[in-house]
Structures are given as C-alpha cells and as structure tokens.
C-alpha cells in the first residue's frame, strides 16, 4: 500500500482561513493516512473471503482510493483558501460574488469525495458479483468457478450417498462438525417424509449452475478467437478495439446535437479520456452501429482504415445477436413438477411465433386455477427473449388464463432496456401476437414494490412503439410539458392521461387524426425548439399508426340481432 503526498503549508492556509486556532502540524496527513488504513483492513478482510484471482483487482482499488483521496484533501484544502470566513475578514468589503463561486468549487470537491467513498463499496463487492464479460481474467475466473461448483456437486452426492447408507450424518468424512449441525437443523424443520441433507433441487439448481458456467466459458472463449473488422463512415471510423472491449466511434468533428440524442439512445456514451462514443463490444453493439445513418459504411471500395492490433471479421457474420425461447407451461416449473415443460430455442421470432400460435390455443392456457402468491392468475405459455452470448435472457409474454400480459422484467436490466434491438422486438411481439394486459410494478412509500395489472392498452409504455391509447397519451404529455413547462403534479399527469386514453377510446382514429393536427400546430409554433419537433415527430407517427375503432364506429360494426317472429 502507498500513502500519497499531502500539501501540509496548503493545509496550514485552509485552516488559518476559516480559524482564528492554530493548525496542527501534520494534522491534514495524520487524518488521510487514518482513511487510508481503515480502507486497507477493510480490503484485507476481503481479500480473506474471496478468490486470491480477485486480489489483484482489490489492490489496484485501494491504491486508487489512497490516490485520489489525497488529491481531494489537496483540492478541499486549496478551495477553502481562496476566501477567508467572514468571521476572519469581517463583514466589510466582503468578496461575495468569490465567495459564492467557492462554495459552488467546494459542493463540486464534495461531490467527487462521495464518489471516491464509493470505492470501498467496489472494494466490499470484488469476488462477490458476477463476472463481467470486459474481466480480462473472465475466462479463468470461470473457470475457477466451474472447479467450485463441481466440488460442491460431488460433495452434495457423496454427503447424500452417506445419509442413505448410515441413516446420519456423524462421521461423514466431507463434513465438519460445524456443517453437521447446520444440516441437521435444516432437516429436522423439512416437511418432507424422505428426509435427505441436500434436497434434489439443491443438485439440479447447482447441475443447472454447472452448464451455464461452461457455456459461458465456450462463448467467451470463441469470442476471444473471433475476428472483427472496423469501418470508415462519413466524417469519422469506427474501431473495434480487443484490449478495452469495446466498440469505439471516432468523428472528425464535434458531431451536431442530433447525433450525439442518436448515439446515446443507441446505447453509445461519450468516453473524454479516449475520446470517443462508445459501448461494450457484442454483435449487439455491431449491429446498432452498422444500422445508424449517422455511421453508415462507406462503398466498398473505399479502404477501411487499418488499426494496429485490429482483426477482421465478415460482415456476413454480423447477427442481431437476440434469439427466442418457448416454454410450453410455465407452471410446471413454478410447481417443481417431475416432467417440466422443455425450454425450446428458436433462432428467429417466425419461428418462435409459430410455435406459440401452436400451443396458444391449448385448453391449459384458458382453464380457471388457483391464483398464485401474488394473487395473479399463474403464468402458463410463456415466450422469451435470449442474448447469443447467453448473458441476458428474460421472459416478455406469459399467457395467464387465456389472456397474454406483458412481462416487464426487462425494465429492471439496462442492457434489455436500452437496446434499440430488444424495443424493435417487442414492438413487433405487440403488433403481430398483441398483448392484454401488462403488470406494472410501482415505487410505493417506504421503498416497497407495489404490482398492478393495467390493460395494456392504457399503460404509458415509455419504453417501445406500441400505438396504444396509454402511450400515446403520454407522448402528448411530454409534448405539451416540451411546450409549455409549468410544474404539474402525479395526480394531475394521471387525470390527463386518463382524459386523453378516454378520448382516443371514444374517438378512434379520427380523434387520432384530430391529434395529429394538434401535434402538427405545436411543431409549426415551436419551430426553433429541437426537442418539440423530436417528440412531435415520433407523436405523429404513433398516431398514423393507431386504427382501432371509436365507440360509434364498433357499435356499427357490432350485428344486429334479428327479432323473434313472437315479437
């Protein structure tokens, strides 16, 4: 561990600044060092409690701590010296204005030493977290992973295999005395009548464990031999560089507004130390970046620009990077069922969408059953969405007594949640399978979760394309709050999405046509304002797209029951 140099005379100056008491010499240093030792037995108590893979990592995270702490000490202290405390200079002739300008100085100095705490929690959570795809050491670290996990499977079969023969526990040669009593007490509080120390699902779990953490290892290990090519676009390159993980763009020149609105809702974020845009590099991030305009290749026989450890990969090759899975009956996983629906993997949404049209008719998907813990009808056909790297995978369509809901777990990941790909995709599950409902988890006091079921129909839906009263509704809230930004209230923004949802219900298309002219007058006032035109841009193409039926029109449409000849 090293200890970094504190400015003691600058130290000296801060303290006779704002104190009429004289400042103790090595005070300032005495006090740093005291952090930084209580961050070092905090990173020694972690290092006892993991891998010594993760060693290295906790060392470089404490010397940075000890680095950049000094430096914010050396900041604070030179801040606090520009201007002396009015109860030192007096109320005559005070600096105000370089008063104010050093309080903003030190709320910025504070704000960067609250960051720099952080880094003991970095510290507390080294080896406890997944492993990131970006870990240079991602491969071995798996690896050593994998060696855990099937030493614990063959101690859990062997441990099981010894209860079976002797009918106890003393004396199991894989256990210690302490283990002994644990599992003990945990069988003795079992219900079961066939009494084991490690219950089936504890091997299955661990088994299932044990497979992923291989297949990790072969993707990785693949992606690490496969070849990757950057391009040149008009007005920059974009490189692929192996030894960071990431996708990087480079412009020639500041790129407008626009195009930096565009990069950082493609996932893109704005790296100053390399400078360049840039995100982890997946097939997804290919992709995104080989479908904006603002990156589109040049011709072909113009020469891509050669990096210096670069590697080329086809451009064939270059997949979206997002597969499909069907479970048949979600319920028989939730049961813990013997024979539970397979998990079938499809390379396409056709594919998938065949294969849930096929069960989706099924009696199970409609019968009336118990309701589940959280007293919703239990998720039967399910359909899901899967990353090629086999990192992201999350349910998005259950069908719940013959009506299809909306998962939205998606929203809890910011991979799934910010990729234009994965929006794409539910977009086109809302167009071409629809969904009724959608189950909508809200922040309630105290900090709990609070579910409700809402129709899908009427859900503000922030997240994808769905031409749908509720979202539409909210775009024409955002708009006007574009327009005219008066501070409104949550029971205010509800009671006009509520307004607006109605009046499409009502209406139909030629109320969406009457907002789309409303929307196209807002563009026209507010023409110098980007964002207006952005939001009232994507409104108007929402609302062509809307073609349900008003009220008037579905009671037309609605047949006629013919009289009796008795009347």
């Known amino acids: 561990m090293q200890y970094y140099p504190i400015d003691e005379a600058l130290a000296r100056r801060a303290k006779n600044m704002i104190s009429f008491s004289d400042y103790v010499e090595g005070s300032a240093t005495a006090e740093y060092r005291r952090a930084v030792d209580e961050a070092a037995r905090l990173a020694e108590q972690q290092k006892r409690k993991v891998d010594p893979i993760h060693h290295d990592r906790i060392d470089q995270l404490l010397d940075t701590y000890a680095r950049r702490l000094a430096e914010n000490i050396n900041q604070s202290n030179a801040i606090t010296a520009r201007v002396p405390s009015i109860l030192i200079a007096g109320g005559s002739n005070f600096p105000v204005r370089q008063k104010e300008k050093q309080n903003r100085a030190a709320d910025a100095n504070m704000a960067e030493w609250r960051q720099i705490q952080g880094l003991l929690d970095k510290i507390r959570g080294t080896g406890r977290g997944g492993i990131s795809a970006d870990d240079p050491e991602a491969v071995q670290k798996l690896k050593s992973k994998l060696a855990g996990l099937e030493r614990e499977q063959e101690k859990m ?26 599992l003990k007490a945990g069988m003795a509080r079992s219900w079961r009548a066939d009494l084991k120390p490690y219950e089936s699902y504890a091997l299955t779990n661990n088994n299932a464990v044990i497979r992923q953490t291989k297949k990790r290892i072969e993707e990785l290990s693949a992606k690490a031999e496969t070849e990757y090519e950057g391009w040149a676009f008009e007005g920059g390159e974009v490189r692929m560089n192996r030894e960071s993980n990431r996708l990087q763009v480079f412009f020639h020149e500041k790129p407008d507004r626009d195009t930096c609105s565009t990069m950082r809702h493609n996932g893109f974020k704005w790296a100053p130390s390399v400078g360049a845009w840039q995100r982890q590099l997946t097939d997804n991030a290919i992709y995104a970046a080989k479908h904006l305009d603002c990156l589109r290749p040049l011709p072909v026989e113009q020469p891509v620009p050669e990096q210096a450890g670069s590697v080329q990969e086809p451009a064939q090759n270059v997949v979206a990077g997002w597969g499909f899975y069907i479970i048949a009956d979600l319920k028989t996983w939730a049961d813990n069922a013997a024979e539970r629906s397979e998990l079938e993997h499809f390379p396409s949404f056709e594919a998938a969408k065949a294969r849930f049209d096929e069960l989706r008719s099924a009696p199970y998907n409609s019968e009336a059953v118990e309701p589940g813990p959280d007293g919703q009808p239990p998720a039967r056909l399910t359909l899901g969405l899967e990353s090629a790297d086999g990192m992201s995978a999350t349910d998005i369509l259950h069908v719940r007594q013959g009506e299809n809901y909306l998962v939205t777990d998606f929203t809890r990941s910011e991979r799934l949640r910010d990729d234009p790909m994965v929006m794409d995709i539910l977009s086109r599950v809302s167009r071409k399978i629809g969904f009724d409902r959608v189950r909508v988890w809200e922040q309630a006091d105290g900090g709990r979760q609070l579910l409700s079921v809402v129709p899908f129909a009427e859900w503000e839906n922030p997240y994808f394309p769905a031409a749908t009263p509720g979202r539409i509704a909210a775009q024409y809230c955002t708009l006007l709050h574009e327009c005219y930004p008066f501070p409104t209230d949550d029971e205010a923004h509800r009671g006009q999405i509520a307004e607006i949802v109605k009046f ?44 349900a039926p008003g009220l008037d029109e579905a009671r037309q449409r609605k047949p006629k029951q013919k009289k009796s000849q008795e009347r």
């Open 157 to 182: 079969k062997a441990v099981n295999a010894y209860y079976r023969k002797h009918k106890t526990l003393e004396g199991c040669p894989e256990l210690s005395a302490e283990e002994v009593e644990k």
């Open 504 to 547: 499409l219900q009502k209406e139909g298309k030629r109320g969406a046509d009457q907002m789309a002219l409303a929307v196209a007058g807002f563009g026209a006032t507010f023409s110098d304002n980007v964002a207006v035109q952005k939001q009232a841009e994507a409104l108007i193409k929402e609302l062509a797209r809307y073609d």
